[in-house]
């Protein structure tokens, strides 16, 4: 059983930069997609960004294109997620998710596809 466990949020000012990491433990994430989805207040989780397996492919959400990149080490079990130009409606709780099946090429948008999940970091963006 793999546990997901992000790190890195806080509090920054519109225009700042943040980096989160998600660090797998329990057993290798390598083989599995991995993402990144939030959750603002009163909202519905969406899809951020995600990279797959073997991190030539990547993927993001239309808020976040130009401003957020995802990249993994798969020697070190960790995703990050590297912010910029961070606007107040980025504030949200983050999550890493990993795909449920292994060794799939594309990026799902889905949350459903995604069976593990991290316990999620509070980013918030003051205006």
């Known amino acids: 059983q793999v546990r997901l466990v992000e790190s890195g949020g806080g509090l920054v000012q519109a225009g700042g930069s943040l980096s989160l990491s998600c660090t797998a433990s329990?057993?290798?994430?390598?083989?599995?997609?991995m993402a990144w989805f939030r959750q603002a207040p009163g909202k519905e989780r969406e899809f951020v960004s995600g990279?797959?397996?073997?991190?030539?492919?990547?993927a993001y959400g239309d808020s976040v294109k130009g401003r957020f990149t995802i990249s993994r080490d798969n020697t070190k079990n960790v995703v990050l997620l590297q912010m910029s130009s961070l606007k107040p409606e980025d504030t949200a709780v983050y999550y890493c998710?990993?795909?449920?099946?292994?060794?799939?090429?594309?990026?799902?948008?889905?949350?459903?596809?995604?069976?593990?999940w991290g316990q999620g970091t509070q980013v918030t963006v003051s205006s």
């Open positions: 990279v797959n397996w073997s991190g030539g492919t990547t």
């Open positions: 329990g057993r290798t994430f390598n083989g599995y997609n």
């Open positions: 998710a990993l795909r449920r099946r292994a060794y799939i090429n594309t990026i799902d948008y889905s949350e459903g596809e995604y069976n593990t």
